[in-house]
């Protein structure tokens, strides 16, 4: 079993050139798939929302770790519930508290069919 990697879709530029072609502003959930049990990551550098789908027929659960900042505070999110068939948008978190010493957000799922899209934001 491997931590899944999650790749951040891009979002497109606050003035994009026109016209926006077929496919060109797509993107696609990451099914958290058989080796949920040791989570998702990605590199947090803090211009990411993650929205959560649970495509199940049953409410699932998603933690979020935090890491300790420089006064040794953490926060974890544990076991938020996401009802069936229900998406749930994160908190636009910032590196320090969040990021693990890799620099990468660590979030697992408790089922194989969350799943999980990271947005970066446009600066």
Known sequence: MAVLVLTPVQQIAKYPSLPITA???DAAFTAAGADFADGAEFTLTGQEIVII???NVAAKTVTVTSYADPMNRTGDITAYSVGAAEFAILPQFQPLGWANPSGKLHM???AADVKFLVLRLAS
């Open 23 to 25: 496919d060109a502003i």
């Open 53 to 55: 789908q649970n495509t």
């Open 108 to 110: 697992a799922a408790n």
